[in-house]
């Protein structure tokens, strides 16, 4: 099989490991299999993570400096009354539990913090941190993921090292689709393992 020189220096540099679903850029991202434009800056493997101010369930300011020393994985996803958007996060809720706890999951929606309440509740999920973008859309803008148009982020995994470099990003190329939670848990025990 022969590869073409942007294949190689992909496998070289480790980009193949991030799934066939992974988003190549902004353009490659489809909803309903129509592409969509993202908009803001997604930041650079390696690079120190942009900050960032959400709103927890009673409107109280969250930061990314809130989770300072730790390894934070971020699932963002478009809105958790959808049935990928409910799995993904209880998916993580239910895997949280088998890390330290110098590692933090949150679960970041642009739905409002009363949503968002009622749905943790209504699926018992209590050991993730759901967040809300729904004030600022800070999160969407400086990760790049805010679906213009449509006031949702895209579906995508993220991992800040204790240190606060941006480590692994998924972006997952149709946002109806699954993330890759093998690949994602695997690369946060290795990179919560470094931080030891």
Same mark, same amino acid.
């Given at each position: 099989m022969?590869?073409?020189?942007?294949?190689?220096?992909?496998?070289?540099?480790?980009?193949?490991?991030?799934?066939?679903?992974?988003?190549?850029?902004?353009?490659?991202?489809?909803?309903?299999?129509?592409?969509?434009?993202?908009?803001?800056?997604?930041?650079?493997?390696?690079?120190?993570?942009?900050?960032?101010?959400?709103?927890?369930?009673?409107?109280?300011?969250?930061?990314?400096?809130?989770?300072?020393?730790?390894?934070?994985?971020?699932?963002?996803?478009?809105?958790l009354?959808?049935?990928?958007?409910? /799995? &993904?996060?209880?998916?993580?809720?239910? @895997?949280?539990? $088998?890390? %330290? +706890?110098?590692?933090?999951? =949150?679960?970041?929606?642009?739905?409002?913090?009363?949503?968002?309440?009622r749905?943790?509740?209504?699926?018992?999920?209590?050991?993730?941190?759901?967040?809300?973008?729904?004030?600022?859309?800070?999160?969407?803008?400086?990760?790049?993921?805010?679906i213009?148009?449509?006031?949702?982020?895209?579906?995508?995994?993220?991992?800040?090292?204790?240190?606060?470099r /941006? &480590?692994?990003?998924?972006?997952v190329? @149709?946002?109806? $689709?699954? %993330? +890759?939670?093998?690949?994602? =848990?695997?690369?946060?025990?290795?990179?919560?393992?470094q931080?030891?």
């Amino acid at each position: 099989m022969r590869m073409t020189m942007s294949a190689v220096l992909a496998t070289v540099l480790g980009l193949s490991l991030l799934g066939p679903a992974m988003a190549k850029d902004n353009t490659l991202v489809t909803m309903g299999n129509k592409p969509v434009t993202l908009l803001g800056t997604q930041p650079g493997l390696q690079q120190m993570a942009p900050g960032f101010r959400l709103v927890d369930d009673k409107f109280n300011p969250v930061t990314l400096s809130d989770f300072k020393g730790k390894t934070v994985l971020i699932s963002a996803v478009p809105s958790l009354d959808t049935g990928v958007c409910a /799995l &993904q996060t209880k998916r993580f809720n239910k @895997e949280v539990g $088998h890390y %330290p +706890d110098d590692v933090v999951m =949150l679960t970041i929606s642009t739905d409002l913090p009363f949503a968002q309440k009622r749905f943790c509740k209504a699926e018992s999920v209590d050991k993730i941190k759901v967040l809300s973008d729904s004030v600022w859309r800070d999160f969407g803008d400086k990760y790049g993921l805010l679906i213009e148009n449509k006031g949702l982020l895209a579906r995508a995994i993220l991992i800040i090292d204790a240190a606060g470099r /941006l &480590q692994y990003r998924e972006l997952v190329g @149709e946002i109806s $689709h699954h %993330p +890759d939670y093998d690949a994602a =848990l695997a690369a946060l025990k290795r990179i919560s393992e470094q931080g030891d």
